[in-house]
């Protein structure tokens, strides 16, 4: 179940190295990417973590590069609409460090905007994308370069 208990994953997951985090495999993120679970739920936002300059020498189509705690942040108060499947895929370079740390923090704060109204959250949905844009790259840069940017 999610983290609000109301329903399934929509993605499969994998076992990752951040076993408290869910996680989906550079193949699940492509078929994300070309659209393969567009009927699954209405929006996807994947969060780059890396710095703007790892950012810009390429990434993943469709990220946006949320670095700091105030971009994350500020992920949970844009407006979204209550009917929609909203899912987020957080990732750095190798999903060790950054990705999962902010993760993490969305993960916590959302939880502390929400306490009275446990289990409800924002963002109930959230993964993290194994090995990270490196992994990715690794599988997709030849096969698929319109996963890339």
Known sequence: MIADGSRDYALPTIPGQQRDLRSISPEVMADVVSGHY??????????????PYEFEGGHIKG?????????????????????????????????????PKMYRFLRSLDREL????????????????????????????????????
């Open 63 to 99: 990220a946006v590069n949320l670095f700091t705690r105030d971009g994350v942040n500020a992920l949970l108060h844009k407006p979204v609409s209550g009917d929609k499947r909203h899912v987020l895929i957080f990732h750095c370079e190798f999903s060790s460090e950054r990705g």
């Open 114 to 149: 929400h306490k009275d109204l446990y289990p409800a959250l924002l963002f109930p949905e959230v993964y993290l994308l194994h090995g990270g844009y490196k992994a990715f790259y690794n599988k997709f840069k030849v096969i698929s370069i319109e996963l890339l940017v």
């Open 38 to 51: 567009n009927d699954v739920f209405s929006d996807v936002t994947i969060v780059d973590c890396r710095y």
